[in-house]
């Protein structure tokens, strides 16, 4: 690495570290890499910084270290392998939602020709993971925001995702009789109580308040989907809602009322991540992933 370049890496990462930034090595490499548009091990073995590229990373520096997520700065993020274009208007993949994509594609993989909707679509990250490693499924993914549904053609041009079809709509309102009853129905829904939303980390408050806050109790959405999409559920299908931390109990509850047997995935800290909602046969019981 020339000199000019571990001087940059050095500030770089110092000024990170100051700004309280968690991780500020990697932070600055990945940003440096960004401003000279070059790979990691060619920034360590032949990568050189003109001076446009060092005032484009002095910029990516300036704004990460007041406060913007990294994963806006470099443009896109990587979600079960795939890489997803995100910035400012969408919510950024995050890795527990790997865990409802993952098993939908469990679930859907032996099955002939089945249907998959992601409502709440956001980058395309559940929905657009589903279509590339189950070919043979058709994927609806719905999005109300103009912002986030921009991200999510452009995620969808990415080579591979032709099983699918794209809708600008709102889950809450919008009747979409395009979407036929289908085999699983995903969602990660917006589910932060409106009162938590002001204490949230720097970083997710530049995230939409649209795809964070759920209402009073966080449950809004939770509700409207049992209501609304649950009867678009093939009988025996599966309803597949993302949870935020201590929510399982008031999920359940909502989705057992419907007559759904329910059961739940819990991440790698062990907190019930995601519902599994059965459509219309009754009990409960857990598994785990
Ligand atoms: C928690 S984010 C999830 C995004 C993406 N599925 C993911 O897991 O990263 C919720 C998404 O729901 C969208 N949204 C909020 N209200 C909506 C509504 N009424 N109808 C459809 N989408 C909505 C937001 O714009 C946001 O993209």
Not at 9 to 37: F, H, K, M, S
Not at 240 to 256: K, M
Request: hydrophobic fraction near 40%; proline fraction near 7%.
């Amino acid at each position: 690495m020339t000199d000019s370049l571990l001087r940059l890496r050095r500030e770089g990462a110092a000024r990170l570290q100051a700004a309280g930034i968690e991780n500020p090595r990697a932070e600055c490499d990945w940003l440096l890499c960004r401003a000279l548009g070059c790979t990691q091990t060619e920034l360590l073995l032949s990568a050189k910084a003109d001076s446009r590229a060092q005032s484009r990373f002095t910029e990516l520096i300036d704004r990460r270290a007041a406060g913007e997520p990294v994963q806006y700065l470099l443009g896109e993020w990587e979600f079960c392998g795939l890489p997803f274009f995100v910035g400012e208007g969408v919510l950024i993949p995050r890795p527990e939602t790997e865990i409802l994509a993952e098993y939908a594609v469990t679930l859907l993989k032996g099955q002939a020709q089945p249907v998959a909707v992601d409502l709440c679509a956001g980058t395309g990250c559940i929905g657009l993971t589903i279509a590339c490693r189950v070919p043979s499924a058709h994927v609806y993914l719905v999005e109300k925001s103009p912002a986030a549904f921009a991200y999510l053609e452009r995620n969808r041009n990415r080579p591979g995702m032709v099983n699918t079809t794209l809708l600008q709509g709102d889950i809450l309102t919008d009747a979409l009789p395009e979407i036929p009853q289908c085999d699983v129905l995903c969602v990660n829904p917006p589910y932060i109580p409106a009162d938590e939303m002001p204490t949230l980390q720097r970083e997710v408050l530049r995230e939409p308040a649209m795809a964070l806050d759920g209402g009073a109790d966080g449950l809004d959405f939770y509700r409207a989907i049992a209501k609304r999409w649950a009867p678009r559920v093939k009988p025996g299908g599966v309803i597949l809602p993302e949870l935020g931390d201590g929510q399982y109990d008031a999920v359940r509850r909502i989705f057992a009322d419907i007559g759904c047997a329910v059961s739940a995935i819990p991440d790698n800290a062990g907190h019930l991540r995601v519902l599994v909602a059965k459509n219309h046969i009754k009990g409960e019981s857990r598994i785990c992933f």
